[in-house]
């Protein structure tokens, strides 16, 4: 009798299948600057973006990459500058391409911590979406604020989404020590179901 309930089983799952996170269609939106940052001097790729390439690769996704119109400038010490005031005056910068986000059940977003904050141009693309019912994923780097909060920020920015467990990594790292941010990624998308 329960041979028989468990051949009933075996047969409607593989039926219909169990849908988990890797079987959701996902896209990775990311915003990070390349240039001069602190800790890794002149970058050719921003730090969040080496994390988002290898989440993108691992789990099959599209990229797309929140650019502001008026790019930043490429010296540190202006860069902050610009970010603070932006984020004194709670601006939101026009970014260059929008991205319509309705096919996608999972997304990642990552983004590096600007003043213990998102970038402003990452609620730009956040409050102009509809996140409802979509679950987020969200990856951040920093230099040493760690999260600062920004899970809470974004489930503000994006009401009605399901904010997973966050990637923290140091930019540092995921720029300099590659093997190391491998394995956080892997470990965290494991976490997730892929
Ligand atoms: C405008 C600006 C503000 C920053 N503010 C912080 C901060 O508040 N806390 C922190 O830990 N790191 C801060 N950083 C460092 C970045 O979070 C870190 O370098 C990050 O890895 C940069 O990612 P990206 O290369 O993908 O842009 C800041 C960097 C910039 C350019």
């Not at 409607?12 to 269609?25: Q, T």
């Amino acid at each position: 009798m329960i041979n028989k309930f468990l051949l009933v089983l075996v047969f409607v799952v593989s039926l219909f299948g169990v849908s988990g996170a890797a079987d959701a269609k996902s896209l990775v939106i990311i915003f990070s600057r390349a240039d001069e940052n602190y800790n890794v001097g002149y970058v050719q790729e921003g730090n969040t973006m080496v994390l988002a390439k290898m989440i993108a690769q691992k789990t099959g996704s599209e990229l797309f990459e929140i650019k502001p119109a008026k790019a930043y400038p490429a010296d540190y010490d202006t860069a902050i500058d610009v970010a603070k005031k932006e984020q004194n005056a709670h601006a939101r910068p026009a970014i260059a391409e929008d991205k319509n986000i309705d096919e996608y059940d999972m997304i990642f977003f990552g983004y590096p911590i600007w003043w213990g904050d998102l970038p402003m141009a990452c609620y730009t693309f956040l409050e102009s979406h509809d996140f409802t019912g979509k679950k987020i994923a969200l990856f951040c780097t920093h230099e040493g604020s760690g999260l600062s909060n920004t899970d809470s920020k974004l489930k503000r920015a994006a009401p009605g989404a399901e904010i997973l467990r966050g990637l923290v990594v140091r930019g540092s790292v995921a720029q300099n020590s590659r093997a190391e941010a491998e394995k956080s990624v892997n470990s965290w998308l494991a976490k997730l179901g892929y």
